[in-house]
Structure formats: structure tokens, C-alpha cells
DNA sequence: GCGACAG
DNA sequence: ATCTTGTCGC
């Protein structure tokens, strides 16, 4: 029962040799859509009250976002922060979270980048990697990359991320008018394409995508009673 | 050397 | 991310 690890590898390294592995697991990470009717959708986050670590991940049916699961777990911080390095930090108490749903999720929505990350491995590819499952990175500013152009004000403007170099690693979104947007980026097994679309489906009247303020509002100790605004967008696939 | 830098 | 009080707006 719950979701596992198909993929394992050491978490105590030092930073060169946490640099070293996303460069080899890089490799893996797969920017095509890759699955099949996506009824459940996984969100997660972790909260650092006190120096520890509390992982909250959270279930919802798909597209009615019905919250079905919550698991939350607190555990001993491992690694500080180091841009770049973030997977290093939250990435192993959100798999014990994971490891206790009793549904299996068809795709994960990560607070972070994915492939818009200096190595193309940030910690929705990484999650997505160890898992096996379509994974989305929706991170709230930029790591890496800058857009092309400017983006419009209006909800629904986009504008691609692209390197130095000119390959395209992400996307800004503008979810609501006005505000700033968010960095969308292929996590694992999804292209961009539809991970934006998965992410518009999933935005209400906020900045951030319902699922992921649920996720982290859990983390934070919060209680979600057990519906979160519920409501019916078409499903994409 | 200097600036940038997910959460 | 976390530390923190009040405050403006729908």
C-alpha cells in the first residue's frame, strides 16, 4: 500500500555529490506526456517549524478536486537549504508521506521546479523520477531561466522560460490579473504543454492552484475540515 | 570579483 | 522557508 520508490539512492551527501546525482539522474527524467486517464491527483509541501521537517501530502479526485486523503508526517531536517539543492532538504520526509496513501495518484503537483533548474533535475523531477509518475513543477518564482518576453497582466498570459541557450524549460503563468505569475516546468513524464493546461485546470480565484494551498496549509499544521472548494472544470484527457 | 539564488 | 501585527479589501 501506498506510493513507493522505484528508484533509490543515498540522501546523507555532500552538496558536490548531490550535484553529481542530479546530473546522472537528469537522464531519466522524461518530457513527453506519458499516461493514461488521470483521476487522482497528488499535492504536496513541507512546513520547518522549529529546524524540523513537516511533510503534508494530499489526494484529490480529478477534475471534481475532492479532498479523499491527508498524510503528514514530521521528521528531522537533513540537509540546509541550498539553491539548487532543495530536493536534498524536502524530498525524503515527503516520501514517507507518500509511502502511507492508500491510493495511488496519477499525477503529482511538486512546489518547485522541474526541469527549469540549473541541472534540469529540480525536486518535481527528482520526486517524479524516484516515484515513476507524471509529475508537475509549479514553483512560485524563478530559479533558472528567463522569460522571453514580458508577460501580460491579464489571467491566462504565458510566456516561456527559456535558457541562455534558447532551450524552452518552463513557463510563467499569469493565474489571476495582476498577480506575480507562476513558474510551470515539466516534472516527469508530462509535456509542458500539458502541464500548463493541468495547472489552469487547476487554479480558482487564487494565485496559487486549490490543491497546493491545501497541501501547504496541512504542513503548516492547519486543518482542511475535508472539502476544499469543490467545483467542475472538463477534463483534459 | 559581482550578482542571483525554488523553499 | 521562518520570524511577526496590524490592516486593507471583497
Given at each position: 500500500?501506498?506510493?513507493k ?8 551527501l ?9 546530473q ?82 496519477d ?18 523531477s ?9 509529475t ?19 489571467k ?13 524549460i ?57 472539502l ?10
Amino acid at each position: 500500500m501506498g506510493l513507493k520508490p522505484v528508484f533509490t539512492h543515498r540522501w546523507d551527501l555532500s552538496p558536490s555529490e548531490a550535484i553529481h546525482l542530479q546530473q546522472q539522474m537528469a537522464r531519466r527524467v522524461v518530457q513527453q506526456d506519458q499516461f493514461g486517464e488521470i483521476n487522482r491527483i497528488a499535492a504536496c509541501d513541507v512546513a520547518f517549524p522549529q529546524n524540523r521537517a513537516c511533510a503534508a501530502v494530499c489526494l484529490f479526485s480529478y477534475p471534481q478536486l475532492k479532498l479523499l486523503e491527508q498524510k503528514v508526517v514530521v521528521e528531522e531536517v537533513r540537509f540546509p537549504y541550498v539553491p539548487g539543492l532543495l530536493s536534498f532538504r524536502e524530498t525524503p520526509p515527503l516520501l514517507t508521506a507518500f509511502a502511507q496513501l492508500k491510493e495511488e495518484p496519477d499525477l503529482l503537483v511538486v512546489d518547485g521546479q522541474g526541469v527549469a533548474h540549473p541541472r534540469r533535475f529540480g525536486i518535481a523531477s527528482h520526486i517524479g523520477v524516484i516515484l515513476e509518475k507524471p509529475t508537475i513543477g509549479c514553483a512560485k518564482s524563478i530559479l533558472f531561466g528567463k522569460p522571453t518576453s514580458e508577460l501580460g497582466q491579464k489571467k491566462g498570459s504565458k510566456v516561456n522560460l527559456v535558457t541562455e541557450e534558447g532551450e524552452v524549460i518552463g513557463m510563467l503563468l499569469r493565474s489571476k490579473d495582476g498577480v506575480e505569475p507562476l513558474v510551470i516546468s515539466v516534472g516527469h513524464r508530462i509535456s509542458l504543454e500539458s502541464a500548463v493546461k493541468f495547472v489552469e485546470t487547476l487554479c480558482g480565484r487564487y494565485r496559487i492552484p486549490d490543491v497546493q494551498r491545501i497541501a501547504d496549509s496541512l504542513s503548516k499544521g492547519n486543518i482542511t475540515a475535508g472539502l476544499s472548494s469543490r467545483r467542475d472544470s472538463k477534463p483534459l484527457f
